[in-house]
């Protein structure tokens, strides 16, 4: 919305604020100030001149051109000019050498036409006054010659743009703006609607057919209007400045008063119509060519103006051809009516045709403005044009005005400061309301603010326009609480555990498409969404491989040639049931209802994903990094996770575990089958794992705290072991004898290398581990650190026929 400061102070006559100061406290009372355009300052040299001669030159073919001499006050100008619209002795705008035209236009002296040219005569539309560019701007005859132009017609003005959020469509209007500007001054407000109007008798026949989506319909008639009346000087000027184009005089009056109170007026051409006006929807199969001459099939949902002919207009939208108001209309039907938002913003959208009519409608228009409207379009053109005003329809079904009560200490305790009671009264009667009451306020909102619908909005209305800014910032205290849920903690424990280990974490969107659970074997039914954010990832993520594989790639695509990767998030393995009906949206769900809500939701366990490629610790990754990872994760939350070898799904046979706890299943742990690395382009020998981490943290909670392990202030003994078993021997087997035979004093043991190969037979393997001995109370000797260590290789070879690989 632009508002011309200029306006605003002829609305408001005690209004002594720069432009500057006007918009900082409408910042302050909520609304945003986008820019202050500083119009006339581009305007300089423009003085009023008297014309003292012309000469017509006429040896230019097909051209007439105008040689003049300038009187501007003492000095004489001679200058060459091509209008014809001005006669001797008429007072034009001169812009005199050195002087500057909107667009950042010099005046110069320059020859032409075999003369000198000594400035310029300039036209309305180069002073940047309207869009007339016919021929020269000629001034009143009792203009001071000499004066400059830029003051004489007021060219100097300053306009706010102001960005209007949707629930404040009462901002889209002077009116509006000028009742915010008077609140935030503290000055009177006169409100231009509040005028006379002739009662309703002797007018065109309306009839509302659609109550729902027209609540009133006031019509005027004029006639007699004289076909050569144009709109005067300040009134292109006011609607140039707002961002409108002047085109003639019907059409910019009832573009003034959309500006000026709010409401969107339509003119037809009165002798067009036949039969009575009706506001009704669009039937099947009609068509209507608006006035941007397209012609357009109607939705029976499009609300339209018929007569008897059929459509002839889209109603609060954009009127239509055949009532169009011609060079030749004498007489006039303005519509002032009241449609309501969802179907003139449903029109609008349908026909792609947004209009500053259609933008108020959407927000909400005032229901008593329409007869005050009406009223001010039928006096300027009465004023303007000649017009004289006939009858008057009036038909009005909207609703009585809610009737609010609001607690009048309630916004300062919303607020955290003190609001006296006479400030929160006097605050509601500058927004409009009426109201009464002392404890409890009976308030009811002006009809102009249909955003009024309860407490809260009424306590807005007060801390806004006593100002943001005067609220008190006050860290609350936060109420005594218990910290993190177990659960918590040990995610977070699991977590770090990862980030420790050298992983990164990744949050990824919970969207997958069906090529990526394809390229990973496919058998997975995940839940599809009604309405994704694209079509192409339109099902819920049943695991979290392939984000993270999707994230493994894209880093090493931009020369990441080392990448590991974790995320935690919620997966959906399986489609929910049948939702039930939508419950209402008039109150709150019921329980019943949330319950039935929350049963048609999908299974979301919360799992634990690994991603890892390139090189790790010195070497290329391989399936033992990933079991590495999620058993060590395992350890921090206090839990001895098991493995054992299996084939499944997207990992490579002979190289995948599964997870166990207990004995049962809780992940995977591998390298990645090589169909699945070629189709999905990942670099070779890519591993991965996912545990159910709600199964993990279930377990760890269930066994309680984990007990730290004592810190022993002695050094660490390190010995490494390298044993040759059965192939079908598993390492985590081996493992466990080694920490029965070595003791106490083993803390701890890890797999380094396996090694198959001729140098230990076939169908044998070497499987390396480095054993870790400390004890709490003393420094180790290296022959309890030889008898710990031979009576762990003796334990592993009496379970597993384990033997120290001597080559």
């Given at each position: 919305?632009?508002?011309?400061?200029?306006?605003?102070?002829t609305m408001l006559p005690g209004l002594?604020?720069?432009?500057?100061?006007?918009?900082?406290?409408?910042?302050?009372?909520?609304?945003?100030?986008?820019?202050?355009?500083?119009?006339?300052?581009?305007?300089?040299?423009?003085?009023?001149?008297?014309?003292?001669?012309?000469?017509?030159?006429?040896?230019?073919?097909?051209?007439?051109?105008?040689?003049?001499?300038?009187?501007?006050?003492?000095?004489?100008?001679?200058?060459?000019?091509?209008?014809?619209?001005?006669?001797?002795?008429?007072?034009?705008?001169?812009?005199?050498?050195?002087?500057?035209?909107?667009?950042?236009?010099?005046?110069s002296t320059r020859q032409t036409y075999?003369?000198?040219?000594?400035?310029?005569?300039?036209?309305?539309?180069?002073?940047?006054?309207?869009?007339?560019?016919?021929?020269?701007?000629?001034?009143?005859?009792?203009?001071?010659?000499?004066?400059?132009?830029?003051?004489?017609?007021?060219?100097?003005?300053?306009?706010?743009?102001?960005?209007?959020?949707?629930?404040?469509?009462?901002?889209?209007?002077?009116?509006?703006?000028?009742?915010?500007?008077?609140?935030?001054?503290?000055?009177?407000?006169?409100?231009?609607?509040?005028?006379?109007?002739?009662?309703?008798?002797?007018?065109?026949?309306?009839?509302?057919?659609?109550?729902?989506?027209?609540?009133?319909?006031?019509?005027?008639?004029?006639?007699?209007?004289?076909?050569?009346?144009?709109?005067?000087?300040?009134?292109?000027?006011?609607?140039?400045?707002?961002?409108?184009?002047?085109?003639?005089?019907?059409?910019?009056?009832?573009?003034?008063?959309?500006?000026?109170?709010?409401?969107?007026?339509?003119?037809?051409?009165?002798?067009?119509?036949?039969?009575?006006?009706?506001?009704?929807?669009?039937?099947?199969?009609?068509?209507?060519?608006?006035?941007?001459?397209?012609?357009?099939?109607?939705?029976?949902?499009?609300?339209?103006?018929?007569?008897?002919?059929?459509?002839?207009?889209?109603?609060?939208?954009?009127?239509?051809?055949?009532?169009?108001?011609?060079?030749?209309?004498?007489?006039?039907?303005?519509?002032?009516?009241?449609?309501?938002?969802?179907?003139?913003?449903?029109?609008?959208?349908?026909?792609?045709?947004?209009?500053?009519?259609?933008?108020?409608?959407?927000?909400?228009?005032?229901?008593?403005?329409?007869?005050?409207?009406?009223?001010?379009?039928?006096?300027?053109?009465?004023?303007?044009?000649?017009?004289?005003?006939?009858?008057?329809?009036?038909?009005?079904?909207?609703?009585?005005?809610?009737?609010?009560?609001?607690?009048?200490?309630?916004?300062?305790?919303?607020?955290?400061?003190?609001?006296?009671?006479?400030?929160?009264?006097?605050?509601?009667?500058?927004?409009?309301?009426?109201?009464?009451?002392?404890?409890?306020?009976?308030?009811?909102?002006?009809?102009?603010?249909?955003?009024l619908i309860g407490s809260a909005e009424?306590?807005?209305?007060?801390?806004?326009?006593?100002?943001?800014?005067?609220?008190?910032?006050?860290?609350?205290?936060?109420?005594?609480?218990?910290?993190?849920?177990?659960?918590?903690?040990?995610?977070?424990?699991?977590?770090?555990?990862?980030?420790?280990?050298?992983?990164?974490?990744?949050?990824?969107?919970?969207?997958?498409?069906?090529?990526?659970?394809?390229?990973?074997?496919?058998?997975?039914?995940?839940?599809?969404?009604?309405?994704?954010?694209?079509?192409?990832?339109?099902?819920?993520?049943?695991?979290?491989?392939?984000?993270?594989?999707?994230?493994?790639?894209?880093?090493?695509?931009?020369?990441?040639?080392?990448?590991?990767?974790?995320?935690?998030?919620?997966?959906?393995?399986?489609?929910?049931?049948?939702?039930?009906?939508?419950?209402?949206?008039?109150?709150?769900?019921?329980?019943?209802?949330?319950?039935?809500?929350?049963?048609?939701?999908?299974?979301?366990?919360?799992?634990?994903?690994?991603?890892?490629?390139?090189?790790?610790?010195?070497?290329?990754?391989?399936?033992?990094?990933?079991?590495?990872?999620?058993?060590?994760?395992?350890?921090?939350?206090?839990?001895?996770?098991?493995?054992?070898?299996?084939?499944?799904?997207?990992?490579?046979?002979?190289?995948?575990?599964?997870?166990?706890?207990?004995?049962?299943?809780?992940?995977?742990?591998?390298?990645?089958?090589?169909?699945?690395?070629?189709?999905?382009?990942?670099?070779?020998?890519?591993?991965?794992?996912?545990?159910?981490?709600?199964?993990?943290?279930?377990?760890?909670?269930?066994?309680?705290?984990?007990?730290?392990?004592?810190?022993?202030?002695?050094?660490?003994?390190?010995?490494?072991?390298?044993?040759?078993?059965?192939?079908?021997?598993?390492?985590?087997?081996?493992?466990?004898?080694?920490?029965?035979?070595?003791?106490?004093?083993?803390?701890?043991?890890?797999?380094?290398?396996?090694?198959?190969?001729?140098?230990?037979?076939?169908?044998?393997?070497?499987?390396?581990?480095?054993?870790?001995?400390?004890?709490?109370?003393?420094?180790?000797?290296?022959?309890?650190?030889?008898?710990?260590?031979?009576?762990?290789?003796?334990?592993?070879?009496?379970?597993?026929?384990?033997?120290?690989?001597?080559?």
């Amino acid at each position: 919305m632009r508002v011309p400061v200029s306006w605003l102070r002829t609305m408001l006559p005690g209004l002594t604020a720069s432009a500057d100061e006007i918009g900082a406290a409408l910042v302050r009372a909520g609304l945003e100030v986008e820019q202050i355009h500083r119009v006339g300052d581009d305007v300089q040299g423009v003085v009023v001149g008297r014309v003292l001669d012309i000469e017509e030159l006429t040896e230019f073919k097909n051209k007439t051109i105008r040689y003049c001499h300038v009187d501007v006050g003492g000095t004489v100008h001679e200058v060459v000019c091509g209008a014809r619209n001005f006669a001797v002795g008429d007072l034009v705008a001169f812009a005199t050498p050195g002087g500057l035209l909107p667009g950042d236009f010099h005046i110069s002296t320059r020859q032409t036409y075999g003369h000198t040219s000594d400035g310029m005569i300039c036209s309305a539309r180069e002073l940047g006054v309207s869009d007339e560019h016919a021929g020269i701007l000629v001034l009143p005859e009792d203009s001071p010659v000499g004066a400059d132009v830029v003051d004489l017609l007021g060219l100097r003005d300053q306009v706010l743009d102001i960005a209007v959020t949707p629930d404040r469509g009462y901002a889209l209007s002077m009116r509006g703006m000028a009742r915010e500007v008077a609140a935030a001054f503290g000055l009177p407000f006169s409100d231009p609607a509040a005028t006379d109007v002739p009662a309703a008798g002797d007018g065109h026949p309306v009839r509302i057919d659609d109550p729902e989506g027209c609540d009133r319909y006031v019509a005027r008639t004029v006639t007699g209007l004289d076909l050569a009346a144009q709109s005067p000087t300040w009134l292109q000027r006011r609607l140039t400045l707002a961002g409108m184009r002047p085109i003639s005089l019907a059409v910019d009056v009832t573009n003034h008063v959309l500006l000026e109170l709010g409401q969107p007026l339509h003119a037809f051409d009165l002798a067009k119509l036949t039969g009575t006006v009706a506001v009704r929807r669009a039937k099947p199969g009609e068509r209507l060519t608006t006035l941007d001459g397209q012609d357009r099939a109607l939705d029976t949902e499009d609300l339209v103006i018929s007569d008897d002919s059929g459509p002839i207009a889209l109603a609060g939208v954009m009127g239509g051809a055949t009532t169009e108001v011609t060079s030749t209309t004498t007489s006039l039907l303005i519509e002032s009516a009241r449609f309501l938002p969802v179907p003139i913003a449903r029109t609008a959208r349908r026909h792609k045709l947004p209009s500053e009519a259609s933008k108020r409608f959407e927000r909400g228009v005032d229901p008593e403005l329409a007869p005050a409207a009406a009223e001010a379009a039928v006096r300027l053109l009465t004023e303007l044009g000649g017009a004289t005003a006939m009858g008057t329809t009036d038909v009005d079904q909207h609703s009585e005005p809610l009737v609010l009560d609001l607690q009048v200490g309630l916004p300062g305790r919303l607020a955290g400061r003190d609001y006296a009671p006479d400030v929160v009264r006097r605050r509601l009667e500058d927004v409009g309301c009426r109201v009464d009451g002392d404890d409890v306020l009976r308030v009811v909102p002006p009809s102009w603010r249909p955003d009024l619908i309860g407490s809260a909005e009424l306590v807005e209305e007060v801390m806004r326009l006593e100002g943001y800014d005067s609220i008190p910032i006050v860290l609350p205290t936060a109420p005594a609480g218990r910290g993190l849920t177990s659960a918590q903690r040990l995610r977070r424990t699991a977590s770090r555990a990862l980030a420790t280990a050298g992983l990164l974490e990744v949050v990824i969107p919970p969207f997958v498409s069906e090529d990526s659970l394809e390229a990973l074997g496919g058998g997975m039914t995940p839940p599809r969404l009604v309405n994704p954010l694209a079509e192409t990832e339109a099902l819920l993520r049943p695991s979290l491989l392939p984000g993270l594989l999707d994230a493994l790639l894209r880093n090493v695509g931009r020369g990441l040639g080392d990448v590991a990767l974790y995320e935690i998030g919620v997966v959906f393995p399986a489609p929910g049931s049948v939702a039930p009906q939508s419950p209402s949206v008039s109150g709150r769900p019921t329980r019943d209802e949330i319950a039935a809500l929350d049963a048609a939701l999908p299974p979301q366990p919360r799992h634990v994903g690994v991603v890892l490629a390139g090189q790790r610790n010195g070497h290329p990754v391989d399936w033992a990094d990933a079991v590495e990872a999620v058993v060590g994760m395992g350890r921090a939350l206090g839990l001895a996770l098991g493995t054992r070898p299996v084939e499944w799904g997207p990992w490579h046979p002979g190289r995948t575990a599964e997870v166990l706890l207990d004995g049962s299943r809780v992940g995977f742990a591998g390298e990645l089958h090589p169909r699945v690395v070629e189709r999905l382009s990942l670099p070779a020998g890519t591993v991965a794992a996912e545990c159910n981490l709600d199964v993990l943290v279930a377990a760890a909670v269930a066994a309680g705290p984990v007990r730290a392990a004592s810190i022993s202030p002695y050094p660490l003994a390190s010995v490494d072991v390298a044993l040759v078993v059965d192939h079908g021997v598993r390492a985590a087997d081996v493992e466990s004898a080694l920490r029965i035979g070595a003791g106490e004093l083993l803390e701890d043991v890890r797999l380094f290398d396996v090694y198959a190969g001729p140098q230990v037979g076939a169908g044998k393997r070497s499987l390396a581990y480095s054993l870790r001995m400390r004890a709490p109370d003393r420094t180790l000797t290296d022959a309890e650190v030889i008898a710990a260590r031979d009576a762990a290789v003796a334990e592993a070879g009496r379970l597993h026929g384990a033997v120290l690989r001597t080559a």
